[in-house]
């Protein structure tokens, strides 16, 4: 199976900021790579797909990138409301597996 | 609107079972594949199976293989997961989530059930 391992683990922000976070894959996956958001008690929502497509509706804040084995989430100016966890997902082969979560916090 | 509701978690003894279920609307659900995504508490996300429109194929993640059993009713608009010889660790958020992509063995996940909560403790 594909390994994904996200960094960092935690990061603390402040409303303004611009974050980015990585994700690298075991092995190379293409383009088939997905970024969620998932705030507390609630399910994940998916942000962006192949790499750097924008999910319908998601605030063009949010923005990705890469191919091969190393990904970026970028969001430009960060929100109140993107204080949340952010997992990546590969889609390429075998099975979908998940990162194990980037905790954006408030600095 | 798509909407995915599910149901049938609770408390297990360990070696027991439970069926979980996802009723689907506000898309032709015979036309995409579904998946079981799972998260332990305090945990990531976990994707526990997959199965696609015409029940042709299945998939699992290999701690499940042979204890679950992913299946649907595309007269219903429901999606299933049978869970036999539930183990501790099965202890999860279970989440239906619907592949994006109509037709593709792998896809992401465009659409999330609020997920029920599965036990598994003695």
């Known amino acids: 199976d594909i390994q994904m391992t996200q960094s960092p683990s935690t990061l603390s922000a402040s409303v303004g900021d611009r974050v980015t976070i990585t994700c690298r894959a075991s092995?190379?996956?293409?383009?088939?790579l997905a970024w969620y958001q998932q705030k507390p008690g609630k399910a994940p929502n998916l942000l962006i797909y192949?790499?750097?497509t924008l999910e319908s509706g998601v605030p063009s804040r949010f923005s990705g990138s890469g191919s091969g084995t190393e990904f970026t989430l970028t969001i430009s100016s960060l929100q109140p409301d993107d204080f949340a966890t952010y997992y990546c997902?590969?889609?390429?082969?075998?099975?979908?597996?998940f990162g194990q979560g980037t905790k954006v916090e408030i600095k | 609107e798509v909407q995915l509701v599910e149901s049938g978690g609770g408390l297990v003894k360990p070696g027991g079972s439970l069926r979980l279920s996802c009723a689907a609307s506000?898309?032709?659900?015979?036309?995409?594949?579904m998946n079981w995504v799972r998260q332990a508490p305090g945990k990531g996300l976990e994707w526990v199976s997959s199965?696609?429109?015409?029940?042709?194929?299945?998939n699992y993640v290999d701690s499940v293989k042979g204890r679950f059993t992913i299946s649907r009713d595309n007269a219903k608009n429901s999606l299933y997961l049978q869970m036999d010889s539930l183990r501790a660790e099965d202890t999860a958020l279970y989440y239906c989530?619907?592949?994006?992509?109509?037709?593709?063995?792998?896809?992401?996940?465009?659409?999330w059930g609020q997920g029920t909560l599965v036990t598994v403790s003695s």
């Open positions: 989530a619907r592949s994006a992509e109509a037709g593709a063995s792998l896809s992401h996940f465009d659409h």
């Open positions: 506000g898309f032709t659900f015979s036309s995409y594949s």
């Open positions: 199965i696609n429109s015409s029940s042709s194929y299945m």
């Open positions: 092995q190379r996956i293409s383009s088939w």
């Open positions: 192949k790499a750097s």
């Open positions: 997902q590969q889609y390429n082969a075998y099975f979908p597996t």
